[in-house]
Each structure stands twice: as structure tokens, then as C-alpha cells.
């Protein structure tokens, strides 16, 4: 499975962006899938994740209140939707999916089998 993410850029702080993550299988839409982001200098870190059916949702901390991610499986892509952005939120985000068909939004990098190029979000202060 190949997953391309898209929708970076630059924006003010305060401003919104929308992300998303599509990919080239139809097995994509049986997949839980996450978005994760990694800072300059940075350790790689969970952003927010999303079940294969949409119902199951996790979101880092300092994220929540202020993105969400949802999907169309039909459209084969998850978005995540970035409201009230901070120039702590600058980074290269990316998405990833899981293989194992199973219930649950995971939250560690390590649980992921498939990941995208990334794209970059540059929130100026």
C-alpha cells in the first residue's frame, strides 16, 4: 500500500489547514490510520489516529480540542482537519496505516506497517 499525504503549507498562527491521506489500495479502507509529526531536531510523535470505520478516534494532548481527523472509505483517504494552529504544530507530518484488521485507533509508530512521504506545516507566530 503507497499513502500520499498532502495539504501542507504555511500559514499564521491561529489559521487552519486540512490534511489528507490517500492511498492507491482499496484495503486502505479496512485500515486503522494515524497521523503523526516530527519538529525539526524532534523525535517522531503521535498526532491523532483513526479506526477502520470512522467510530474509534485518539488524539495526542496537545492536539485535542483542535484538529480532528475523520475518513471516507469510499474516497480511499483520512483528512485531518487543523483548526487554531500554533507555531508549536510546525513540523512534517505524516500519515500511516495499519495491516492488521482489527478494532482500535493505535497510537505508537511501531504499530504502523505503511507510511507517506509527509508534508510539511509551517505555522508562523
Known amino acids: 500500500v503507497q499513502l500520499q499525504a498532502s495539504g501542507g503549507g504555511l500559514v499564521q498562527a491561529g489559521g487552519s489547514l486540512r490534511l489528507s491521506c490517500t492511498a492507491n489500495?482499496?484495503?486502505?479502507?479496512?485500515?486503522?490510520v494515524g497521523w503523526f509529526r516530527q519538529a525539526p531536531g524532534k523525535e517522531r510523535k503521535f498526532v491523532a489516529a483513526?479506526?477502520?470505520?470512522?467510530?474509534?478516534?485518539n488524539y495526542a494532548d496537545s492536539v485535542k480540542g483542535r484538529f480532528t481527523i475523520s475518513r471516507d472509505n469510499a474516497k480511499n483517504t483520512v483528512w485531518l482537519q487543523m483548526n487554531s494552529l500554533e507555531a508549536e504544530d510546525t513540523a512534517v507530518y505524516y500519515c500511516?496505516?495499519?495491516?492488521?484488521?482489527?478494532?482500535?485507533?493505535?497510537?505508537?509508530?511501531?504499530?504502523?506497517?505503511?507510511w507517506g512521504q509527509g508534508t510539511l506545516v509551517t505555522v508562523s507566530s
Open positions: 489500495r482499496r484495503t486502505f479502507s479496512s485500515y486503522p
Open positions: 500511516a496505516a495499519d495491516n492488521l484488521v482489527a478494532p482500535g485507533a493505535p497510537v505508537h509508530d511501531y504499530e504502523y506497517d505503511y
Open positions: 483513526i479506526g477502520w470505520s470512522g467510530t474509534t478516534t
